[in-house]
């Protein structure tokens, strides 16, 4: 027992000090502040987060405290989910997963060791919101009593739940074959939508968000609780908040979904691969014929036009790999694209190969190689030509309907949006080197043209028409052009 | 052809990996031995392009090669010691992938890499996925891979790893081969490997070159200072204290040890002629020695 618990603090802190001493974690940290400044804005600021009927708390401890940690309850269950999730791949990545199968350490504790660290990393981004409240409500001086048990109390209550179902998720969506993939990124953003709009009601299961029980204590009813970054035309009212009601249900709710979020954490344990290769991939033994050196390859190497095979080898790369379903729903969209308006089916057909383009930017495997190669810059541009060519493949029967229709605005938004796509996940596997913001980012922006959000339809989609193509295509190219000063950037400081 | 001049890399945390080197490289092949840590890589990967020396100058045919990489890159075939492939695509793709990338002729581009497959002995697994490779296979690839455009410079970093005896002979005669009217730059820690291919050592502790010089000389310089005796298992770590052992063998009471020593270190000792390996392990001695 006291070794298992030797072996899950000290894979827990391993696993929190290797991630925090990457500059990617200072960027955590300070984006924590960012929200937290967003969460307690300037008194004249015409947004809010937490919109209770027409008012706000004065800024005291207690309510700063609530704005910050519902903030983080709503905005780190998002972003936190894909910050965390890569606990156990690195492992897989790094050989660090076969050196620990190899000891006594047991699937349980060490999925109980990844969920804490899972858990301390978020709660250390919530603890620098928790001390940007503070230093926000001194500066916002509508009050100058310090409370910090009435400060940290939405802390333990609302975030710290919501925290360790996000950590137990990632851990989750990292040890279950299907949603190891990219889908489950597109998966959680589809989940964290459902869980933030319907955890805020009151009879949300084990009290959701917790939110439900606020309602209450503030001058809204459920109706007129408004809880997301919104724009109010005018200040809010104010009104003095009494604290977090800490009755002994709301509290009971709150540690249930907390032992819940442990339980979905060690769930894995009964399926975990244990880092067993041999579940991954077939035999590797190959038969070798006995053969005889016999010199140097005769053919002199000739200089020439090589851009047509490395476009073609860039689109191969890009798609090679995908399983037989893609190609087969990838078909069956084209199908069923003959009998839909040529809109709606482009905004089918563009999400399908959304963890195809997750890709660009993001191949580090060959980068040790490539990196003595001539012409870096001519590579990404066939990169993104491969993800231009497969957005125009998968589009291409709405363009060839446009077309026949001399649907020619049409047309020119579908050019944009093939430019669009495959720049922007250029750009955001390269800044990131991971695929995970591109398939989070991007399903979202698609998820809001689908739901009419007319400003952002980059392909043309809408029959309101979204922003004017010339406008997409030159976003298109400066992501491009991001991409290509990331890279040239990186190549100077090489 | 490729001039490494007062080379020096510091990386974060003042750690200086190459400290002041000078290195030219003509046709040959250099084998650049030192032990784990002593800045071979760093080396290898800014002679390579990969990585821009904190100081000094990597001078290619008259230019500058840190500055405008491309003429180096254009004449240059480097196997890093890690690297990875794409695991979806075959052995043949991969290699057609990067001669595209290389800029070579499609007609070129197909009979090489026909060609450097049956060089590193895989024509039989070219339509494989890389990803069913094993590690020496995937070495055989990154070996490929660096002679697809022929070049002049040749860099290669640990290259057997993972090879097996009969591919590591293959291996060296393959850089018997090309070193003959190219410059090849061979980093190890393995002395065998260079043994017998090197026309030139260069020995690398703390950033620096301690010997430079073909490898008869190399030997020449321990010349009477190696020698083999006989001792009780007891007195072993009191001898490896006091000198480097370069080799052991146990038998059932007894331990023949191969050790370094100016003079006889003991009466029953025996003077026994130098290998490389005795005279790389006594300029490392020496110089941990006086540092």
Not at chain 1, 266 to 275: K, N, S, T
Not at chain 1, 326 to 342: H, I, M, Q, S
Not at chain 1, 440 to 451: G, H, P
Request: charged letters at 15%; aromatic letters at 8%; a positive charge.
């Amino acid at each position: 027992m006291k070794a298992g618990v030797t072996a899950w603090w000290g894979l827990a802190v391993a696993d929190f000090r290797e991630r925090v001493r990457r500059p990617a974690y200072l960027v955590m940290l300070i984006s924590a502040v960012g929200l937290g400044w967003l969460a307690v804005p300037p008194t004249d600021a015409r947004w809010v987060v937490l919109d209770a009927g027409g008012h706000r708390g004065l800024y005291t401890s207690a309510y700063v405290g609530l704005v910050t940690a519902l903030t983080s309850a709503l905005w780190l269950t998002f972003v936190g989910f894909y910050l965390v999730r890569d606990a156990v791949a690195r492992d897989v990545r790094t050989g660090v997963g076969q050196l620990l199968a190899a000891g006594p350490l047991r699937t349980p504790v060490y999925l109980a060791g990844k969920f804490t660290s899972n858990l301390l990393v978020l709660g250390s981004m919530a603890g620098v919101l928790a001390v940007t409240a503070l230093v926000l409500q001194l500066l916002r001086g509508e009050s100058r009593t310090v409370d910090p048990v009435g400060l940290l109390a939405p802390f333990v209550f609302l975030a710290l739940p919501m925290l360790a179902v996000t950590a137990a998720a990632a851990l989750l969506f990292e040890t279950t074959p299907v949603l190891r993939s990219g889908f489950g990124n597109m998966l959680w953003c589809f989940v964290w939508m459902a869980g933030a709009v319907g955890g805020q009601s009151a009879s949300a299961p084990l009290g959701g968000i917790g939110v439900g029980q606020l309602a209450g204590t503030m001058p809204a009813t459920a109706d007129t609780f408004g809880l997301g970054l919104m724009y109010v035309d005018r200040p809010l009212r104010t009104f003095e908040w009494s604290g977090l009601p800490l009755d002994a249900g709301f509290v009971a709710g709150r540690a249930a979904l907390t032992l819940l979020a442990v339980a979905v954490a060690l769930l894995p344990a009964l399926w975990f691969h244990r880092f067993d290769v041999a579940t991954r991939s077939t035999a590797r033994s190959l038969p070798e014929p006995h053969t005889v050196y016999q010199g140097l390859p005769p053919t002199a190497a000739v200089a020439g036009s090589a851009t047509g095979r490395l476009l073609a080898a860039e689109v191969l790369i890009l798609v090679r790999g995908a399983p037989w379903w893609w190609w087969a729903g990838a078909a069956l969209l084209a199908v069923a694209g003959l009998a839909a308006p040529p809109g709606p089916v482009l905004a089918v057909v563009w999400i399908w190969p959304v963890l195809l383009w997750s890709r660009l930017g993001t191949r580090q495997e060959t980068a040790a190689i490539l990196a003595a190669y001539p012409a870096p810059r001519r590579r990404l541009v066939a990169e993104w030509a491969a993800g231009v060519l497969l957005a125009a493949a998968t589009g291409a029967l709405p363009a060839v309907r446009m077309l026949a229709g001399a649907d020619l605005p049409g047309l020119a938004a579908w050019t944009a949006g093939a430019l669009f796509i495959p720049a922007l996940a250029l750009a955001l596997g390269t800044l990131t080197g991971a695929p995970r913001t591109f398939q989070a980012l991007y399903t979202v922006l698609w998820y809001m043209v689908i739901n009419d959000v007319a400003a952002l339809d980059f392909m043309g989609a809408l029959p309101s028409g979204g922003p004017p193509p010339a406008a997409v295509a030159g976003a298109a190219v400066a992501l491009f052009g991001l991409a290509f000063g990331v890279t040239r950037l990186r190549h100077a400081r090489r | 052809m490729l001039e490494l001049i007062d080379i020096t890399k510091v990386y974060k945390g003042h750690k200086r990996a190459v400290d002041g080197l000078t290195l030219r490289l003509g046709p040959g092949l250099v084998g650049l031995l030192g032990p784990n840590g002593a800045g071979k890589s760093s080396l290898l990967r800014i002679a390579a392009t990969v990585t821009r020396p904190t100081g000094g100058q990597v001078r290619f045919a008259g230019g500058d090669a840190v500055a405008k990489p491309g003429p180096l890159r254009r004449a240059l075939g480097y196997l890093p010691q890690d690297f990875g492939v794409y695991p979806h695509l075959t052995g043949h793709e991969f290699l057609s992938y990067l001669a595209a990338v290389r800029g070579l002729a499609g007609r070129s581009a197909r009979a090489r890499v026909g060609e450097l497959l049956e060089l590193v002995n895989l024509t039989h697994a070219a339509k494989r996925p890389l990803g069913g490779y094993s590690g020496g296979m995937l070495r055989r690839v990154g070996i490929a891979q660096a002679l697809l455009a022929d070049p002049r410079i040749i860099v290669v970093d640990e290259p057997t790893a993972g090879l097996d005896p009969e591919e590591r002979v293959r291996f060296r005669n393959l850089l018997s081969d090309l070193s003959a009217d190219r410059s090849v730059l061979l980093s190890t820690h393995i002395v065998s490997d260079v043994e017998s291919v090197a026309t030139r050592i260069v020995v690398v502790t703390g950033g620096r070159i301690r010997f430079d010089g073909e490898p008869v000389e190399l030997q020449r310089g321990v010349a009477g200072h190696v020698w083999e005796l006989t001792v009780p298992p007891a007195e072993l770590t009191a001898l490896q204290r006091r000198l480097p052992v370069t080799r052991l063998v146990r038998t059932a009471e007894q331990v023949r040890v191969r050790v370094l020593a100016a003079h006889r270190p003991a009466p029953d000792a025996t003077p026994v002629p130098p290998d490389l390996e005795d005279a790389y392990l006594a300029v490392v001695h020496r110089t941990r020695v006086t540092t």
